[in-house]
């Protein structure tokens, strides 16, 4: 069956602008993950979504960035008045009932120019 | 806080070699344990997960072991083959099974 999509693939913004981030799990997954990865750093987490309980917003690094998944299913990340220290590859991931298992996308890689 | 720490951060090889990786945590009130395999520009891709209560994992080639009380776990893979050849990653989720810390991963070649 299908996996994790996430779109766009790649993404290019200039210094101040929002973007939006595009996550669909794989259907019928109950949770999701979303992830950064900075070049030469490891995968950091930044939220997580579990059925319909408040989500794990513990690793947003600042309030300019926001997620929200609708109808329990697909998941946006927003980062407003974006700032080159944004780049990084933004990993989306989620995981069926009754399991922990992670599964990942492709991942969105964002330049800040 | 947890942290997970991988060692070594790269590793070379000659094909057919047996070779172990090395994960270790500080904080042993863990959930579950995961490992996954990344190749370069794409996304992660799960190898083998081990929860609290079990000692190992095997799929294939591979076999994962956890030792909570150590704060360890190791990946095995046997006969190794060029195709192999990704960096590892392996991650540990908290008590309520939902954040997950990453270590920043082994690099493996397999040399053919």
């Known amino acids: 069956g299908a996996g994790v999509s996430q779109s766009p693939s790649n993404k290019v913004t200039e210094k101040g602008k929002d973007v939006e981030l595009r996550c669909d799990p794989i259907?019928?997954?109950?949770?999701l993950y979303w992830y950064r990865q900075s070049l030469g750093q490891g995968l950091e987490f930044l939220i997580y979504f579990q059925g319909n309980s408040a989500p794990d917003k513990s690793g947003l690094p600042s309030d300019r960035f926001s997620a929200e998944r609708t109808g329990g299913s697909v998941s946006t990340l927003t980062i407003q008045r974006t700032q080159q220290e944004d780049s990084a590859v933004y990993l989306c991931?989620?995981?069926?009932?009754?399991?922990?298992?992670?599964?990942f996308g492709p991942g969105t890689r964002l330049t800040v120019l | 806080k947890q942290e997970v720490t991988q060692i070594p951060a790269a590793l070379s090889v000659p094909e057919g070699e047996n070779l172990v990786l090395n994960c270790s945590f500080t904080?042993?009130?863990?959930?579950?344990l995961q490992w996954f395999r990344q190749d370069p520009g794409k996304g992660l891709t799960s190898l083998l997960l081990i929860q609290s209560s079990q000692r190992e994992q095997t799929s294939g080639r591979l076999n994962a072991s956890l030792d909570k009380s150590s704060g360890r776990s190791t990946l095995y893979i046997a006969a190794s083959q060029p195709g192999d050849s990704a960096t590892y990653l392996c991650?540990?989720?908290?008590?309520?099974?939902?954040?997950?810390?990453f270590g920043d991963g082994t690099t493996l070649t397999v040399k053919p």
């Open positions: 904080d042993s009130a863990i959930y579950n």
């Open positions: 991931a989620s995981t069926p009932a009754g399991s922990d298992e992670q599964f």
């Open positions: 991650a540990v989720s908290g008590t309520n099974a939902g954040k997950s810390t």
């Open positions: 259907s019928g997954h109950t949770a």
